[in-house]
């Protein structure tokens, strides 16, 4: 990573995303956990979590909190998320989604 060209994208309240354009891949990093998707897979992610509503996609776990299960690109990789969390994860993506489509605009 530290051949990278990073930039931060957004760092908030223990969301951190970079991304290297030199080798086109996000960094996530979410609480203690870190996963790295290529743009490809970085955008499909965003929109899957789009889609996730936290009642129709959580159940108790042995502590008895609900959670939902977050699937990433990484077949042993999930991320556990409480409700609060959740909705947290994802309005970042949100403001991330935003700040692409703005660059975008700008591009043109």
């Known amino acids: 990573m530290s051949n990278c060209n990073t930039e931060v994208i957004l760092m908030k309240d223990g969301f951190i995303l970079t991304h290297c354009e030199d080798c086109d891949t996000f960094c996530l990093m979410y609480q203690?956990?870190?996963i790295r998707l290529n743009s490809y897979d970085f955008s499909s992610f965003i929109r899957y979590?789009?889609?996730l509503e936290f009642d129709s996609h959580s159940f108790?776990?042995?502590d008895?909190?609900?959670r939902m299960v977050?699937?990433?690109y990484h077949?042993?990789?999930q991320f556990t998320l409480k409700e609060e969390e959740f909705y947290m994860f994802k309005?970042?993506?949100n403001e991330v989604k935003?700040?692409?489509q703005i660059a975008e605009l700008m591009k043109q």
Request: cysteine-free; charged content about 15%.
């Open 75 to 77: 077949a042993e990789i």
């Open 32 to 34: 203690q956990f870190m």
């Open 98 to 100: 935003i700040h692409f």
């Open 49 to 51: 979590v789009d889609h």
């Open 64 to 66: 008895g909190i609900d």
């Open 91 to 93: 309005a970042y993506l």
């Open 70 to 72: 977050l699937e990433t």
């Open 60 to 62: 108790p776990f042995y």
